[in-house]
């Protein structure tokens, strides 16, 4: 089973994916070396890919993975078209990159396999312990291309949440054999759903990485502040575009099954399917996907509303408290007799994150625990190192409050916001922060009134949105999490004139596990967290094996 540790049993502990880049590669490889399960989230990770090179990607990791892409033409076409040796300068803009698309969307599903395989290949670097990747389903475009990528690095297991994962087990298998998929792509405002094809084998056979088109760089959603409507001279002289031309239309229609592509020789037999846990918040939801076998996770995450990220909202109609904030009920707990009788392995999350309440999940019934935010503060997290110090320091201090904000999120998922000074927690931030929409990670397709696709966002510029066909109420207060958690890892769009891309936070209600693991606010590593939850001894690299 992929999902064992070393020792061949369940992990007791799976840290959480979170954020854009907090849960990265180094996070996870830690934890795994600590014999538990460690998880990067799948999130925005063509962008991290990219932003990386642009950086110039010290260290050369990212460049190490990317040599280890079994389709080395596809690699050595990314390097050319967004490494900057040295990186860029201060200031300047990163490169805009395509977005994911139902249609023509080929570049942007390659940019996401890649930056999906270096991600699971730099954590799984070094040792035998098995690595997870978290993914949204209500990012659906980029489910499939992301799978796959991971796929071919050999991740272990994959969890699913906001939304219902009943395709992944299925997805999962026929991606591991190479096989073309089909992903029902909801339309906001519609009944009917775009199926949406992705071929592995196809993608595999391309050569190269498209260029967007010479000229305005601003990335969308109405002109960014100066823009000058040309790449910078230092862009276009040490950063090469690649110019490949689409696949044809009339060979690759978009809404039928197309034929598969011969699949690469190499990849015949290697591939296995990863382990599939569906994050769920009641025994109900679980119950209706273990009720048919090609819907039936390998495991389930019951996870609860105080879990930081995005959770779901209470059953019944919304209320909210005085502060603004969703009310849960009883109704909003889970029955863990219930989700036993399921006789599939589970785990709980959401402040879950102590030794006594490890020890009593485990005697309801559960494997272990998803434990999250005590590993977002820890050293190996991809949190700005003064950020990480500032919100250890004031959590210690009784001054950090998170806030279950019912409308921040365009997905319409109630989504925690800690409220630090500087990012878009604070009104004032994110009043002086013009709205745009260049990433797209969490836009929606509708019908447009001709018939066509087209895409919009709560969180984008207001005119835009109305525009689109968006109602006005449903853009206020949203807030543009895609730029936003790109910043928190210090990867957020610059603007050479200022007023760069603002950071917003998220971690879990719960923070009381740094009275024992920080208690004079000093740093800490993810193997203390695993050594104090577990009570075992977490011996960095017991689990290693030969490297990749």
Request: charged letters at 25%; a neutral charge; one cysteine or more.
């Amino acid at each position: 089973m992929p999902l064992a540790t070393t020792s061949g049993e369940l992990p007791e502990i799976i840290q959480g994916g979170m954020g854009v880049g907090v849960s990265g590669w180094r996070l996870a490889r830690a934890v795994s070396r600590s014999g538990q399960l460690g998880v990067v989230s799948g999130t925005a990770l063509d962008a991290l890919l990219t932003r990386r090179l642009q950086m110039g990607d010290p260290g050369g990791d990212v460049r190490r993975a990317l040599a280890a892409f079994p389709v080395p033409e596809l690699a050595a076409a990314v390097l050319d078209r967004f490494y900057v040796e040295g990186g860029v300068d201060a200031g300047e803009r990163f490169r805009a990159q395509p977005m994911l698309r139902v249609e023509r969307g080929d570049t942007a599903e390659l940019l996401t396999v890649l930056g999906n395989f270096v991600e699971v290949w730099l954590a799984k670097e070094g040792h035998e312990g098995p690595v997870g990747i978290n993914y949204l389903e209500k990012i659906q475009l980029a489910l499939a291309p992301g799978l796959f990528g991971a796929i071919l690095a050999g991740v272990d297991c994959v969890l699913v949440g906001a939304g219902v994962p009943g395709h992944l087990p299925e997805l999962a298998r026929r991606l591991a054999r190479m096989e073309p998929v089909s992903v029902r792509v909801r339309l906001d405002g519609a009944e009917e759903d775009y199926v949406h094809h992705f071929d592995p084998a196809t993608l595999l056979v391309r050569t190269g990485i498209g260029a967007e088109p010479q000229g305005c760089r601003c990335g969308g959603g109405g002109g960014g502040a100066g823009c000058e409507g040309k790449a910078s001279a230092k862009a276009e002289r040490r950063v090469q575009a690649v110019r490949i031309q689409s696949f044809d239309p009339a060979v690759r229609p978009s809404a039928a099954p197309e034929p598969p592509a011969a699949a690469p020789t190499e990849f015949a037999g290697r591939l296995r399917r990863p382990q599939v846990l569906a994050i769920v918040s009641l025994p109900l939801l679980a119950s209706y996907l273990a009720r048919d076998e090609a819907t039936t996770p390998d495991g389930f995450v019951i996870e609860t509303h105080g879990a930081g990220g995005h959770s779901a909202p209470p059953r019944g109609a919304l209320r909210l408290d005085a502060e603004g904030e969703p009310v849960y009920g009883p109704r909003d707990h889970p029955d863990l007799a219930k989700m036993a009788q399921i006789g599939i392995p589970f785990w709980l999350a959401g402040g879950a994150a102590h030794p006594e309440r490890l020890a009593a999940a485990k005697a309801l019934g559960a494997v272990g625990v998803q434990v999250g935010s005590a590993f977002a503060l820890c050293e190996e997290s991809g949190l700005q190192p003064a950020l990480r110090r500032t919100l250890r320091a004031r959590a210690r201090a009784g001054e950090l409050r998170v806030r279950n904000d019912p409308l921040a999120s365009p997905t319409e998922f109630p989504f925690k916001v800690a409220e630090v000074e500087g990012t878009l927690s604070e009104p004032g931030v994110r009043a002086t922060r013009r709205r745009v929409c260049d990433l797209g990670y969490l836009r929606v397709p509708y019908r447009t009134a001709s018939g066509t696709i087209g895409y919009r966002c709560s969180a984008e510029p207001e005119a835009a949105y109305r525009r689109k066909g968006g109602a006005a109420a449903d853009a206020e207060g949203r807030l543009c999490l895609c730029n936003g958690l790109l910043a928190t890892v210090g990867l957020g769009q610059r603007n050479p004139r200022g007023h760069d891309e603002p950071p917003v936070v998220t971690l879990g209600q719960d923070l009381d596990f740094l009275a024992d693991l920080s208690p004079d606010g000093e740093p800490y590593r993810a193997a203390e967290v695993v050594e104090w939850l577990t009570g075992k001894r977490a011996v960095e690299g017991a689990c290693a094996g030969a490297a990749r």
